[in-house]
């Protein structure tokens, strides 16, 4: 069954409040992550306003007792292909589907198979999530999943696509410097190639 799409979002909103999900402001949401850098570990901060209901979701964030959370509380999460996962993943209310930005934070360094494997592990757990909400309540709305890749990296020609702004080793996963990100919205995040999973 074809469900509204603002009623979706609510319900899949509360589906996570428990567990991953970060407070957030009316109109912009604050991303904060350590990256590893030569020199040690540091703090990257990206703060993205939005035009319309939006909640992020920090997939790697330590619960009380020190662990990460399970992607699925019924699978064991250690060392499983499903353990890998993105930082971020945000989900915005859009006027016929549900937008999905998954976001990598990384440094100068940019190790591409590695976010190769975080950004498609994200798909799946977004393909699943979509898949046990209809199975469980009958609802149904399309995402249209895109995929980021933010790092301090000014040379990044080497990893790109010959547009400069696509990975070669995965020609979805668009890649911004920080710098690039600061001020922009949610929806001026320049992306041509979503993945629609329906």
């Keep these: ?20 999900k970060l407070a ?46 399970p992607l699925f509380h ?32 990384k440094s100068e360094n940019i190790p591409a198979d590695t976010v190769k494997a975080q950004l498609e592990r994200t798909e799946s757990w977004c393909r699943c999530i979509h898949s046990i909400v209809q199975h469980y309540t009958g609802d149904k709305v399309p995402f249209q999943f895109r995929k980021f890749l933010l790092t301090d990296k000014t040379e990044a020609d080497a990893y790109l696509q010959a547009d400069g702004k696509y990975l070669r080793v995965d020609p979805k996963i668009r890649h911004f410097n920080y710098a690039d990100v600061r001020g922009q919205t949610l929806e001026e995040l320049d992306h041509e190639r979503n993945i629609k999973i329906s």
């Design 1 to 20: 069954m074809t469900t509204d799409v603002g009623t979706y979002f609510d319900c899949l909103e509360s589906y996570f409040a428990e567990y991953y």
């Design 24 to 69: 957030r402001g009316v109109d912009e949401v604050k991303l904060k992550e350590r990256v590893d850098t030569r020199t040690g570990q540091v703090t990257r901060t990206v703060d993205l306003k939005f035009g319309s209901p939006t909640f992020a979701l920090k997939l790697d964030k330590k619960n009380g007792k020190g662990n990460v959370e």
């Design 74 to 105: 019924f699978f064991n999460d250690t060392s499983q292909p499903w353990s890998k996962r993105c930082d971020f993943v945000l989900f915005q209310k859009e006027k016929r589907c549900i937008g999905v930005y998954a976001l990598e934070f």
